[in-house]
Nanobody
Framework: QVQLVESGGGLVQPGGSLRLSCAAS????????MSWYRQAPGKERELVAR????????TYADSVKGRATISRDNAKNTVYLQMNSLKPEDTAVYYC????????????WGQGTQVTVSS
């Protein structure tokens, strides 16, 4: 059974930091690119950051570039998102995503974790 379980969300003041974690199970984690997406109320889900299966390449949305760092530990089947200098517009539900390309591409999603940036 595939599971992606996010944690680390919560309420944080503007300018603060937090680290999201996503623990994966039920699939070969090291074979999948991992991403963090977010969805704010009334908006479409958007990509925040992505990391390749071996962790060699990372990609960031312009809105978080310089403030976010995605990393992964393939020994722990976990991907992280460190967010610094948080802004109210970072408020959203953050989702973990696993993707593997191929003849039959596979996508898995977590249930999401709420991040609220407010004073």
């Amino acid at each position: 059974q595939v599971q992606l379980v996010e944690s680390g969300g919560g309420l944080v003041q503007p300018g603060g930091s937090l680290r999201l974690s996503c623990a994966a199970s039920g699939f070969i984690f090291s074979s999948y690119a991992m991403s963090w997406y977010r969805q704010a109320p009334g908006k479409e889900r958007e990509l925040v950051a992505r990391i390749t299966s071996a962790g060699g390449t990372t990609t960031y949305a312009d809105s978080v570039k310089g403030r976010a760092t995605i990393s992964r530990d393939n020994a722990k089947n976990t991907v992280y998102l460190q967010m610094n200098s948080l802004k109210p517009e970072d408020t959203a539900v953050y989702y973990c995503n696993a993707f593997r390309s191929g003849i039959v591409p596979r996508y898995y999603w977590g249930q999401g974790t709420q991040v609220t940036v407010s004073s």
